[in-house]
């Protein structure tokens, strides 16, 4: 299949000025009201605020507006003591999740979540370090990181269902583990007016960009992104590209990719390499 084309290192600094500039007007505080992340911003308490970041994330398909208003029944249903509630959770209480349902999303899924997270704040101090470790047996193993977390969550608890493992992406099936990487991105980045930076395991360098269809449109019209696939070879492209502009943190510009278009943000026509 024929790649498309994509910018030298000379354009790419032209376009490193301008994703720039839609970056510092979309990165402030202001964007936290209209996007998932602000379940995060909920919680003063680590792991308060990296159970309600994670269950958000998973939730975070579809209109914002709608994602947003289901995270805050979700934390309504959980008193907003997701910690709390996790660790005192038993099959008695499923019907604190009766008539929930976000796409396909279900209280059953919900179920098996919360038992998993439960097995995993009773082995480790918090979610963090269950992370660190899949990344150090994904290392080992030869797996990756990624990988490694789908395996390590999904078969955890026996009352994870195989429904509910369509909400946790799988990178071994190729996925682009979209909402995954964001969540790192809102735990990991630091020194962000909007990313909380609760986490210290991977450093922003280490970040990949959190990939969708929209992501993909966008930089490949830019000239960012020369394969035709969306697929985890796609993002590791795309990453290492950003990283041209900011080999610090790369996945800063996820918020100007974000604004061209769905946020009326626009460049200049001389920058469209395919259409």
């Given at each position: 299949m024929t790649r498309l084309r994509v910018w030298r290192k000379e354009r790419l600094g032209e376009l490193k000025v301008l994703l720039d500039e839609i970056n510092d007007r979309v990165e402030i505080p202001e964007y936290i009201q209209l996007d998932p992340v602000q379940f995060m911003h909920l919680f003063q308490r680590k792991q308060d605020?990296?159970?309600?970041?994670?269950?958000?994330?998973?939730?975070?398909?579809?209109?914002?507006?709608?994602?947003?208003?289901?995270?805050?029944?979700?934390?309504?249903?959980?008193?907003?003591?997701?910690f709390e509630f996790v660790m005192n959770y038993s099959a008695g209480d499923r019907y604190a999740f009766e008539g929930f349902r976000h796409r396909t999303l279900k209280p059953v899924d919900l179920h098996g979540l919360i038992l998993t997270l439960q097995s995993i704040y009773l082995e480790y101090p918090d979610f963090e370090g269950f992370w660190a470790d899949c990344r150090d047996k994904g290392a080992f193993s030869g797996k990756g990181m990624m990988q490694e977390f789908y395996e390590q969550f999904t078969g955890r608890h026996e009352e994870f269902q195989r429904r509910t493992r369509k909400h946790i992406a799988n990178a071994g099936t190729g996925s682009t583990c979209k909402r995954l990487y964001m969540y790192l991105?809102?735990?990991c980045r630091q020194n962000s007016p909007v990313d909380p930076g609760i986490w210290t395991f991977l450093k922003p360098a280490e970040l990949m960009v959190p990939f969708d269809v929209h992501v993909a449109r966008?930089?490949?019209?830019?000239?960012?992104?020369?394969?035709?696939?969306n697929d985890m070879k796609a993002v590791q492209e795309l990453t290492?590209?950003?990283?041209?502009?900011?080999?610090?943190?790369?996945?800063?510009?996820?918020?100007?990719?974000?604004?061209?278009?769905?946020?009326?943000e626009t460049l200049p026509s001389r920058f469209i390499l395919n259409r």
């Open positions: 605020a990296e159970i309600a970041g994670f269950l958000g994330a998973l939730m975070a398909w579809g209109r914002r507006d709608i994602v947003i208003s289901k995270g805050m029944d979700l934390m309504e249903r959980m008193e907003f003591h997701p991105r809102w735990c966008i930089s490949r019209r830019y000239g960012l992104l020369s394969r035709r696939s290492g590209r950003l990283k041209e502009m900011d080999s610090a943190d790369p996945v800063r510009y996820d918020y100007a990719l974000f604004a061209l278009g769905a946020l009326n």
